[in-house]
């Protein structure tokens, strides 16, 4: 049969065209559709029902030979922007029925949407991948990477428990397909999971999966796994009140594994958390020095989220060290960026560590703004559990201003809500009660909250607790021991502090202790020596801007010198003490705080006192 002509085959093109045309302007006519642009046939359906009718309508062959000729022509439009048009694609191939085409592009659009920290959207497309993926033979390394990758992104949406279920999946994978390269990474995801403070959080099982994994992983001879079982290790170890030298013993190991192996993502993650084992134990310079290399390697590796954690911990240390605003700096820049890539966790952790600067510096209304906006991202991105750790704070600033009954109500409600399994936990809370109840002059209660306390964890708590936290346990016993009038065991305890800050070059909470054992000295007669940490107290205290306690000092101050005989110089250092509660009065935060402050007994004996001769 005779090929018809090019001439009729255009005949035929513009009849169909034209009778297109009449068809499209019927249903223009009949308020179905309206054209977008006179240039083209380009039109746009006035309502979704009526778009769903009619596509509802069409054949399920018709319909994927439909979206296949689509995804073919976007594929010819967007030749050079393919990975940019990718999530389109994957969706007209997995409508067209094309497993092999939506693999691939699922596959680029989730790994597109994560570099660029598009959570939900990488959600769904390593998701559309898996679904195809679970239908094919397709190779371990492609089935590892998509369920990783779907884990990171639901890690940082702060979806834990999701995280969790999915690397379940991915071992349940492993199981069918009886291979041990998928099981060993589900089982280090696992335990990494379970090793970090989020609501996934358990220390048992991830001593269980680190163990299996490592077993396996030296079985298989994957040293580049062994590497990250042994960080996950250090992990296990840091948060779950664990022991600090096998944690750098661990670290160490991987490290070295990750450096002759050329694992550069590796050696950022084992530097970043061995900073914390080596401030546990007090190895300052080697904990900057390896939380510095890490900073480095995130900036050149454009992880953005472990970025603001570095810079959150290495807040922490300026804070220590009394470097507020290098510590406001940091945090500050880690928020910003937890804003940027929709990390709570991030947002929650740079708020409550900055509470504890503006603390420090008698600025509790900064205080509680700064924890406001701490609660419901850390509630959300469950850090440090359900919030807790922000409420103990909230606790604590609500009783320095004089609600004491409001702060132990908050600190009771912390602590019931406060994960049962992590023992530095437990006690952290059991510490704060004590010193709230004390603030209440409720030395029964204080007593009974302290005996919750293993104290034998109170010398080890600095190896096994969150570094701002291991002095609340060591106030607590001091402050307790005051009220008990048992002078030689407060200075006793705060003899041990200062060693440990002295080892850890940490000047916040330094002038604390000072007074607290100059009190203790005090009761023992000593007051030479009671005197000469007085003022030692004083100068680190003005120094440092540590007006919580500034005053608190100059109070004690001024008595000795009354009892000295040096009246003139007891009222300068009341004045200054009087300048202080004034400052903390109107850095409140309402007008009710500052009345609550001010109308504290302890505060109201100091304006109202003078010196004795007077």
């Not at 996934?200 to 680190?210: E, G, K, M, T, V």
């Not at 709570?344 to 503006?358: D, E, H, K, Y």
């Not at 200075?491 to 940490?506: C, G, N, S, T, W």
């Amino acid at each position: 049969m005779p090929k018809p002509s090019s001439a009729r085959r255009r005949s035929s093109r513009a009849s169909q065209k034209k009778d297109l045309a009449a068809q499209l302007a019927q249903i223009e006519s009949a308020q179905l559709v309206r054209r977008l642009d006179d240039s083209d046939l380009a039109y746009l359906f006035k309502h979704a029902l009526t778009q769903e009718t009619a596509y509802e309508s069409l054949l399920l062959k018709t319909r994927r030979e439909i979206h296949r000729r689509v995804a073919q022509a976007y594929e010819k439009i967007y030749a050079e922007r393919l990975t940019e048009n990718a999530a389109l694609l994957a969706q007209h191939y997995a409508e067209a029925g094309d497993d092999a085409k939506t693999l691939e592009y699922a596959t680029r659009a989730g790994d597109a949407a994560a570099r660029v920290y598009a959570t939900a959207e990488a959600i769904a497309q390593y998701t559309l991948a898996l679904q195809v993926a679970r239908r094919w033979r397709i190779d371990a390394a492609r089935v590892i990477h998509l369920y990783i990758g779907r884990g990171r992104a639901l890690e940082l949406s702060s979806r834990f428990y999701d995280a969790l279920q999915n690397y379940h999946e991915m071992a349940e994978v492993a199981r069918e397909r009886h291979d041990r390269s998928i099981e060993l990474e589900s089982l280090m995801a696992r335990a990494t999971l379970r090793s970090i403070p989020t609501s996934s959080h358990d220390p048992a099982q991830a001593q269980i999966l680190s163990d299996q994994a490592l077993a396996l992983a030296r079985e298989l001879g994957d040293r580049r796994a062994e590497a990250k079982i042994l960080w996950n290790i250090v992990l296990m170890n840091i948060y779950s009140g664990g022991d600090a030298g096998a944690a750098v013993a661990a670290g160490e190991h991987s490290i070295a594994l990750a450096r002759e192996l050329g694992l550069r993502e590796q050696l950022a993650y084992s530097l970043h958390d061995i900073f914390v084992a080596y401030a546990y134990l007090g190895e300052m310079e080697r904990a900057v020095a390896a939380r510095t290399e890490a900073a480095a390697l995130w900036r050149e590796l454009d992880n953005q989220p472990m970025l603001a954690e570095n810079l959150s911990g290495l807040a922490m240390l300026y804070f220590m060290r009394a470097q507020y605003e290098q510590a406001l700096a940091g945090l500050e820049e880690a928020s910003e960026i937890g804003r940027a890539i929709g990390n709570l966790t991030a947002q929650g952790f740079s708020g409550f560590v900055s509470s504890f600067i503006f603390v420090e510096r008698g600025e509790f209304g900064e205080a509680l703004k700064r924890l406001e906006r701490a609660l419901p991202t850390s509630e959300q991105g469950e850090f440090a559990g359900p919030g807790t750790s922000v409420n103990g704070q909230f606790a604590w600033v609500f009783a320095n201003l004089g609600e004491v009954a409001h702060g132990l109500e908050l600190a009771r409600v912390a602590q019931s809500r406060a994960r049962t399994d992590i023992r530095a936990g437990q006690d952290w809370f059991s510490a704060l009660l004590t010193r709230l109840y004390l603030l209440d002059n409720n030395v029964a209660a204080a007593e009974e909250s302290f005996r919750a306390i293993d104290v034998t964890s109170i010398t080890a708590s600095f190896n096994k607790m969150f570094p701002l936290g291991a002095p609340v346990l060591f106030f607590a016993a001091a402050e307790l021991a005051l009220a008990q009038r048992e002078y030689a065991r407060a200075i006793q305890v705060m003899d041990e502090l200062l060693a440990e800050f002295e080892k850890r070059q940490q000047r916040t909470f330094l002038a604390e202790a000072l007074h607290l054992k100059a009190l203790a000295l005090q009761g023992l007669g000593e007051s030479d020596q009671a005197h000469a940490l007085l003022l030692q107290a004083h100068a680190i205290a003005e120094r440092t801007g540590a007006r919580r306690v500034h005053w608190q000092i100059l109070a004690t101050l001024a008595k000795a010198e009354s009892s000295r005989g040096n009246y003139a110089q007891a009222e300068l250092l009341l004045e200054q003490a009087r300048e202080i509660i004034y400052f903390i009065a109107e850095h409140a935060g309402s007008p009710q705080l500052r009345a609550s402050f001010l109308a504290s007994s302890r505060v109201r004996a100091l304006v109202q006192s003078v010196p004795e001769s007077q």
